[in-house]
């Protein structure tokens, strides 16, 4: 009689064993993929956190050119203020320029130092040698010259010297952001470039509009 009974009782018991292994792999290969998961979910970040700062030397070169170059509109901004009897179109334009471009200049110089880049030469057309005085002239920067022409004129005189050579200044920059956009790699400085062509080139056109009214 121990023979039917007795195997069925060892099957069963071979069974439930069976079953507990099984179970015991199962949860363990959900807790190994569970695993896997979680460390596939943070890599993208570690990632991305290694390219925060990337950059090249197009965007070193950007941000170094165009901080003096922002200087210069501030300091051209602030003698058509000083001044009176200027058209209000041209001192609304004047503050703008140096609401934008002031903020601007702070961050360009933090992304200089992140990148341990080398700071701006020179400075707003002053005390220039040649080969500077050259290189800003071909970004549409004004000399000491015209800008103490500048400081000297009155009403609108002053108004149209300071369009024309805001004009030419703001063409200078959006070739220098249209150069970064071509060439830079580091995607805070390519941003900026994108904003500064639409506005200085917005600017552009409200400059020669108000131009042709003097």
Avoid: Y
Avoid at 30 to 57: F, I, L, V
Avoid at 60 to 85: G, N, W, Y
Avoid at 188 to 196: N, S
Wanted: with cysteine; glycine share 10%.
């Amino acid at each position: 009689m121990l023979s039917n009974r007795s195997l069925l009782a060892g099957t069963a018991a071979v069974g439930a064993t069976l079953a507990l292994l099984l179970s015991g792999c199962s949860d363990v290969g959900t807790e190994s993929a569970g695993h896997d998961h979680t460390t596939h979910e943070h890599e993208p970040t570690s990632q991305a956190g290694d390219g925060a700062h990337a950059h090249n030397d197009a965007d070193a070169t950007f941000a170094r050119d165009m901080i003096p170059h922002h200087e210069q509109a501030i300091v051209m901004s602030d003698i058509i203020l000083a001044k009176q009897d200027i058209d209000p179109r041209v001192t609304d334009l004047a503050n703008q320029i140096k609401a934008a471009q002031g903020p601007e200049i702070v961050t360009m110089q933090e992304w200089l130092t992140q990148w341990g880049a080398e700071a701006p030469s020179g400075h707003e057309g002053h005390d220039m040698g040649g080969d500077m005085a050259a290189d800003h002239a071909a970004m549409g920067m004004m000399s000491e010259e015209q800008l103490e022409q500048l400081r000297q004129a009155q009403g609108a005189d002053a108004s149209r010297q300071f369009l024309t050579g805001m004009i030419a200044h703001h063409e200078g920059a959006v070739a220098m952001a249209q150069t970064e956009v071509d060439n830079g790699q580091a995607e805070e400085a390519i941003h900026l470039a994108h904003e500064i062509i639409e506005t200085q080139q917005r600017e552009i056109d409200a400059m020669k509009g108000i131009l042709g009214s003097l």
